[in-house]
T-cell receptor, first 110, second 113 residues
Framework: QQKVQQSPESLIVPEGGMASLNCTFS?????YFWWYRQHSGEGPKALM?????GDKKEGRFTAHLNKASLYVSLHIKDSQPSDSALYFC??????????FGSGTRLLVSP | EAAVTQSPRNKVTVTGGNVTLSCRQT?????MYWYRQDTGHGLRLIHY???????QIGDVPDGYKATRTTQEDFFLLLELASPSQTSLYFC????????????FGEGTRLSVL
């Protein structure tokens, strides 16, 4: 059964700083990877996807994938207070379902 | 615009009570999911469906039933609610199962006293 683990559980970064979130998965058949962001009182929303090994950049956000190492990460450059949220790593193998990690709570301090 | 709507948004019941959580999607998606969210556990899959009348067991199904009456509507049933089922529940939909990021509703907060 797929296991998706995230670290750290919580993270505090200063405004303008770099936030780095980590995720490992267990199933080598995994092909589809997403990062979700959830603000308080809202449902999770997909932030970005990555399906190929390497880096994918979207604005201040960069996702990195290494399938051989069973590892995916998210880096947020120039962090803003509005980035404060709960971030989930989500992994799909191409079957029926997507498995989520336990989340990293990010706080960006002004 | 793609949407997943859950009702009610908040629900309080007593131990042993019956609860039905409702979800409707207007996205013409085939797949629908029920998750529960608890601190330290993230989002855990309870049940899911890939079409009207279909039901699949998720990772934490004990104490829950579900029913997909139409392509749009998916219900989660707690027939004998227990305090351990106090949680934040999310419904989600997807057009391509595990190959597409699920689209989530706004959640239902359930308290079982």
């Amino acid at each position: 059964q797929q296991k998706v683990q995230q670290s750290p559980e919580s993270l505090i970064v200063p405004e303008g700083g770099m936030a780095s979130l980590n995720c490992t998965f267990s199933d080598r058949n995994s092909q589809y990877f997403w990062w979700y962001r959830q603000h308080s009182g809202e449902g999770p929303k997909a932030l970005m996807s990555i399906f190929s090994n390497g880096d994918k950049k979207e604005g201040r956000f960069t996702a990195h994938l290494n399938k051989a190492s069973l590892y995916v990460s998210l880096h947020i450059k120039d962090s803003q207070p509005s980035d404060s949220a709960l971030y989930f790593c989500a992994v799909g193998t191409g079957g029926y379902k997507v498995v989520f990690g336990s989340g990293t709570r990010l706080l960006v301090s002004p | 615009e793609a949407a997943v709507t859950q009702s009610p948004r908040n629900k309080v019941t007593v131990t042993g009570g019956n609860v039905t959580l409702s979800c409707r999607q207007t996205n013409s998606h085939n797949y629908m999911y029920w998750y529960r969210q608890d601190t330290g556990h993230g989002l855990r899959l309870i049940h899911y469906s890939y079409g009207a009348g279909n039901l699949q067991i998720g990772d934490v199904p004990d104490g829950y039933k579900a029913t997909r009456t139409t392509q749009e509507d998916f219900f989660l049933l707690l027939e004998l609610a227990s305090p351990s089922q106090t949680s934040l529940y999310f419904c989600a939909s997807s057009d391509a199962g595990g190959r597409q990021a699920p689209l989530f509703g706004e959640g239902t907060r359930l308290s079982v006293l």
